[in-house]
């Protein structure tokens, strides 16, 4: 099958009766979706079972295939605390063992191993999208992380040069504005003239470094 449909994930608000959740889009075997539980107030993630937590029906076509889809189905129901995340996340292997001078199936040999290929891209790129990504239109490459050993416990920042960088807990705290142009600083205060753009209203947290 042609392969169009670009969308790698669906997301579900529970409702504390609802256990069947859609997942139209193609994948290969039930072991390629992934499914999350997700309490909204945290955002604490809980990777669900399949058997144990859930199971997935649909119709395959002539290679096993779900081509349109399917249903995952959940064995509890969840409360409006939490929400259903399925996505595909097919592994990251090639079945495919052509042997010279025999038949070549279409379906079979060319266009689900092609299919698959794509699955596994999509979910790379859903990845890629999904962090922190330097804009194309930088001039230069950023540099890499400090080592384990200089970030450990410290926060990141970034340098002149916007390469990545570390600070202390110490160099940047967070203080309560007392009033537009200062900070409450232990028992004291600080006042200054804020940059264009910079201002900020009495209450709000700032953070100084």
């Avoid at 609802?18 to 290969?28: G, K, N």
């Avoid at 779900?66 to 929400?83: D, E, I, Q």
């Avoid at 999208?129 to 970030?151: H, K, M, N, W, Y």
Wanted: some cysteine; glycine content about 8%.
């Amino acid at each position: 099958m042609a392969l169009s449909d670009t969308t790698n994930r669906q997301g579900y608000t529970c409702n504390g009766v609802t256990t069947a959740f859609a997942f139209s889009h193609p994948f290969h075997a039930q072991a390629d979706l992934v499914v999350l539980k997700v309490l909204i107030s945290t955002g604490a993630e809980t990777t669900l079972v399949i058997t144990t937590d859930y199971t997935i029906s649909g119709t395959t076509d002539a290679e096993g295939h779900y081509a349109g889809g399917g249903t995952v189905t959940t064995v509890a129901t969840f409360s409006s605390l939490s929400r259903l995340v399925i996505y595909r996340a097919p592994t990251l292997t090639q079945g495919v063992d052509l042997v010279e001078n025999d038949p070549l199936p279409v379906n079979s040999g060319v266009e689900s191993p092609m299919d698959r290929l794509t699955m596994i891209a999509l979910r790379s790129q859903e990845i890629a999208s999904r962090t922190l990504r330097q804009p194309d239109g930088d001039s230069a490459a950023i540099a890499t992380l400090p080592a384990t050993v200089e970030r450990a416990g410290m926060y990141l920042a970034f340098d002149a040069n916007g390469d990545p960088d570390t600070a202390s807990a110490v160099a940047v705290m967070t203080y309560n504005g007392t009033s537009t142009t200062s900070l409450a600083i232990g028992t004291g205060s600080k006042s200054f003239t804020t940059q264009t753009g910079l201002s900020f209203a009495a209450g709000q947290f700032v953070s100084a470094a």
